[in-house]
């Protein structure tokens, strides 16, 4: 009797639960359309409870993993029957539906207050997860900027989301590099939020040493673009280039970009101890001795300039920015110098111009040697000053 007491509150709990499920809840369990669902959370999901949201969510996950596979299926037949236009389509599809399979999981695990469905979806997920990767590239190489932030960024938040802070991603390898593509197609897409929480994850990853450089540069792209476009104040702009500058004391993009802002932002204490600070560490220091030199070279203290860039080549002789400017100081010290030995008759005196053809010959060199690393003015446009130390030589001869 005791026995049948217990089966009878155990029936009558079951079916308390269902009472408490609303028509719009049940009806969802006899939809077998991933739009007609999505759409019924819409209109009716403020009513469910949590138990039916986790349902109707699950069965989300359950209709697009089926469009995933239809779909996938349906590609592999395309490609059989070499029809390109529908391969392409259908592989579109799959790639939709699988991230719609990762989001409603997530969206399910956040209502599911018992755990019903987390292990089930976590363990059909997780090759689907890793379909993101291939996604995003396929439409990076589209610059479809918009889907493959969208993609990349899947596999990227998925990692961290609590649908999967029991999995197992020790084997996993390249999250990094992944997240760099992640931050780059953001930043092409113009979703500098994005960009700038999937470079934290490049740079929280067990790959940041070999990828930094690269991350560090789209993050302060992102930062820059914000702060042209006034979703960035200066202050703002400034203290966050700080904390990257306190966490990467050693790159030469953060510390350029944070003496320029200083600079810009009018405090030249701020810049002048960061550079004493850095050259008192390193007197030869590509970077530093390049700023140096700006700074003299806009007081046409040429001399002066030219000293700073001559120790920034020879720390980084790759460093064309330095090296232009280089060969720019000795055009504008041999110009000054013919200007103020020229007279009323525009005649330059003879041993005037032997000096100045001295300091126009090494702006000819340098600048003719930035041409040839840069022949396409792809970091540096070397062609307006050659053009003018070229004139000068005429007029100076």
Same mark, same amino acid.
Do not use: H
């Given at each position: 009797?005791?026995?049948?007491?217990?089966?009878?509150?155990?029936?009558?709990?079951?079916?308390?639960? $269902?009472?408490?499920?609303?028509?719009?809840?049940?009806?969802?369990?006899?939809?077998?359309?991933?739009?007609?669902?999505?759409?019924?959370?819409?209109?009716?999901?403020? @009513?469910?409870?949590?138990?039916?949201?986790?349902?109707?969510?699950?069965?989300?996950?359950?209709?697009?993993?089926?469009?995933? !596979?239809?779909?996938?299926?349906?590609?592999?037949?395309?490609?059989?029957?070499?029809?390109?236009?529908?391969?392409?389509?259908?592989?579109?599809?799959? &790639?939709?539906?699988?991230?719609?399979?990762?989001?409603?999981?997530?969206?399910? &695990?956040?209502?599911?207050?018992? /755990?019903?469905?987390?292990?089930?979806?976590?363990?059909?997920?997780?090759?689907?997860?890793?379909?993101?990767?291939? *996604?995003?590239?396929?439409?990076?190489?589209?610059?479809?900027?918009?889907?493959?932030?969208?993609?990349?960024? @899947?596999?990227?938040?998925? #990692?961290?989301? @609590?649908?999967?802070?029991?999995?197992?991603?020790?084997?996993?390898?390249?999250?990094?590099?992944?997240?760099?593509?992640?931050? %780059?197609? *953001?930043?092409?897409?113009?979703?500098?939020?994005?960009?700038?929480?999937?470079?934290?994850?490049?740079?929280?990853?067990?790959?940041?040493?070999?990828?930094?450089?690269?991350?560090?540069?789209?993050? =302060?792209?992102?930062?820059?673009?914000?702060?042209?476009? *006034?979703?960035?104040? !200066?202050?703002?702009?400034?203290?966050?280039?700080?904390?990257?500058?306190?966490?990467?004391?050693?790159?030469?993009?953060?510390?350029?970009?944070?003496? /320029?802002?200083?600079?810009?932002?009018?405090?030249?204490?701020?810049?002048?101890?960061?550079?004493? $600070? #850095?050259? +008192?560490? &390193?007197?030869?220091?590509?970077?530093?001795?390049?700023?140096? /030199?700006?700074?003299?070279?806009?007081?046409?203290?040429?001399?002066?300039?030219? +000293? *700073?860039?001559?120790?920034?080549?020879?720390?980084?002789?790759?460093? %064309?920015?330095?090296? %232009?400017?280089?060969?720019?100081?000795?055009?504008?010290? +041999?110009?000054?110098?013919?200007?103020? &030995?020229?007279?009323? #008759?525009?005649?330059?005196?003879?041993?005037?111009?032997?000096?100045?053809?001295?300091?126009?010959?090494?702006?000819?060199? =340098?600048?003719?040697?930035?041409?040839? @690393?840069?022949?396409?003015?792809?970091?540096?446009?070397?062609?307006?000053? %050659?053009? #003018?130390?070229?004139?000068?030589?005429?007029?100076?001869?």
């Amino acid at each position: 009797m005791k026995k049948f007491m217990i089966m009878a509150a155990a029936v009558m709990m079951s079916l308390s639960a $269902t009472a408490q499920s609303s028509p719009e809840a049940k009806a969802i369990k006899k939809m077998k359309s991933y739009t007609e669902v999505l759409e019924a959370i819409k209109a009716n999901g403020a @009513a469910f409870d949590n138990a039916d949201k986790a349902f109707a969510y699950n069965k989300l996950v359950d209709l697009a993993i089926k469009e995933n !596979s239809e779909s996938e299926k349906a590609a592999i037949e395309a490609q059989l029957a070499k029809n390109a236009e529908q391969q392409t389509k259908m592989n579109v599809a799959k &790639n939709a539906s699988a991230y719609n399979a990762l989001q409603a999981a997530m969206q399910c &695990n956040a209502v599911d207050e018992k /755990g019903k469905y987390k292990n089930k979806n976590v363990n059909r997920l997780m090759t689907i997860r890793n379909s993101m990767v291939q *996604a995003g590239l396929d439409a990076y190489n589209s610059k479809d900027y918009t889907s493959a932030t969208k993609y990349f960024g @899947a596999f990227v938040e998925t #990692r961290t989301d @609590a649908l999967f802070n029991e999995a197992d991603f020790s084997r996993e390898q390249n999250f990094g590099q992944i997240a760099y593509y992640a931050a %780059l197609a *953001a930043y092409f897409n113009k979703d500098y939020k994005k960009c700038d929480q999937y470079s934290d994850a490049a740079l929280n990853s067990s790959e940041r040493d070999s990828i930094a450089n690269d991350v560090i540069i789209v993050k =302060l792209g992102a930062y820059e673009e914000q702060a042209k476009a *006034a979703a960035m104040d !200066s202050a703002t702009y400034v203290k966050n280039v700080r904390a990257m500058y306190d966490q990467f004391p050693e790159n030469e993009n953060i510390f350029g970009k944070l003496v /320029g802002l200083y600079e810009e932002v009018g405090d030249k204490a701020s810049a002048k101890s960061l550079l004493d $600070t #850095r050259l +008192a560490s &390193n007197p030869n220091d590509a970077m530093a001795n390049a700023y140096v /030199g700006q700074t003299a070279q806009a007081e046409q203290k040429y001399d002066e300039a030219i +000293a *700073a860039y001559k120790k920034s080549i020879a720390s980084k002789p790759d460093f %064309l920015a330095a090296k %232009l400017n280089l060969g720019v100081c000795y055009l504008n010290k +041999a110009v000054a110098y013919v200007d103020a &030995n020229t007279d009323a #008759r525009g005649t330059i005196k003879p041993e005037a111009k032997t000096v100045a053809m001295a300091d126009l010959s090494e702006a000819k060199k =340098l600048l003719e040697e930035v041409k040839a @690393a840069d022949p396409n003015c792809a970091q540096v446009n070397w062609q307006y000053p %050659l053009e #003018r130390v070229d004139y000068v030589i005429e007029n100076v001869k």
